[in-house]
């Protein structure tokens, strides 16, 4: 859908919907997408289409009670993407609208907010010559920071606040899966990430630990260009006098907190681990507190955010 397009309202589904009988709810789900431009609204509107939403993009604010009127979420939940690109946009009337459906008994709302820093944006828009659409008029930036400011009291009022700064697309229908999945609860996920220091902390990071006492491969001109995944670097760094006490710990402190994040009913958890460089310390614990959590039958994923990024001649 072109970006100044009003939408259509959505008809019945295809036959070839999915509708099978674990997207039904006593309570409709709808699910709100809203947040900066460029932040990756496009992207969460399909990851939750393809976990059965039917999904609506760019949906005016007058149109969401006659979409309701036709819809019917308790069948098959709806996700709503309704940003500053609308027409009758506003703030104030985004509010209200919000805070009306979640009055509604028969309703489960959740507003989704993705934001991401200046840069990042401004970034995006250059790379991919799409015009900001509070910027027809001005320099890009100058769009950035009027939708920021209009936006501010609608961030507020999120439930699920994301920051896609350094995200990929892969990561964010990660999180998003996690949150709205449809069907039985699953239970607590947990997602560990190596990442480096100097570039910056995991922004999705529930917990963070800082390995960068570990001895470092890097002084090594022999594993200076090798990877925590290497056999003779996670040696060395396993090799430390601290590092069992420290592992032992890490995990002693995680054991008894994982059951009662499920408890509260929390269905995905960030553990970020990090050095400097993201290449060889927080690589290596992050592979091993993975294993450690599928040994304890916790379903995990891994990944190592800055392996490929730092240059070979920082520490």
């Known amino acids: 859908m072109t970006p100044n397009a009003a939408p259509s309202l959505p008809s019945s589904p295809h036959p070839s919907s999915p509708h099978p009988s674990s997207l039904a709810s006593a309570r409709g789900r709808v699910v709100v997408i809203t947040g900066m431009s460029g932040a ?27 979409l309701l009127q036709q819809a019917d979420p308790t069948r098959r939940p709806l996700a709503l993407v309704i940003d500053s690109r609308t027409r009758d946009f506003s703030a104030e009337a985004f509010v209200e609208q919000i805070e009306s459906l979640r009055e509604r008994p028969e309703l489960e709302v959740r507003l989704v907010f993705l934001d991401c820093g200046d840069e990042a944006l401004q970034r995006r828009f250059t790379e991919t010559r799409r015009r900001h659409p509070l910027a027809v008029d001005r320099p890009v930036p100058d769009g950035i920071q009027l939708e920021r400011s209009l936006l501010r009291p609608v961030k507020l009022r999120a439930d ?3 920051d896609t700064t350094l995200l990929s697309i892969h990561d964010l229908r990660r999180i998003l899966a996690a949150e709205f999945r449809l069907g039985m ?32 491969p890097h002084w090594d001109p022999a594993l200076r260009p090798l990877t925590g995944l290497d056999p003779a670097v996670a040696e060395r ?9 420290f592992f032992d710990r890490l995990t002693a402190l995680l054991e008894p907190l994982l ?23 927080s690589v290596h614990v992050a592979e091993r507190l993975a294993a450690w959590l599928a040994d304890q039958g916790i379903r995990v994923g891994l990944s190592h955010r800055d392996l490929d990024k730092g240059a070979s001649g920082t520490p």
């Open 185 to 216: 609860q699953p239970a607590l996920q947990v997602f560990v990430t190596s990442f480096s220091f100097r570039l910056g902390l995991p922004r999705e990071a529930d917990l963070v630990f800082d390995v960068r006492f570990l001895t470092n």
């Open 237 to 245: 760094v396993a090799g430390d006098p601290d590092f069992p006490r």
């Open 160 to 162: 699920v606040p994301l």
């Open 259 to 281: 059951p009662r994040y499920g408890l509260e009913g929390k269905s995905y958890l960030t553990i970020a681990i990090g050095c400097t460089g993201g290449k060889h310390r």
């Open 40 to 66: 990756g609204m496009s992207v969460a509107l399909k990851a939750l289409e393809d976990l059965g939403y039917e999904a609506v993009d760019n949906l005016r604010l007058s149109l969401v009670t006659a």
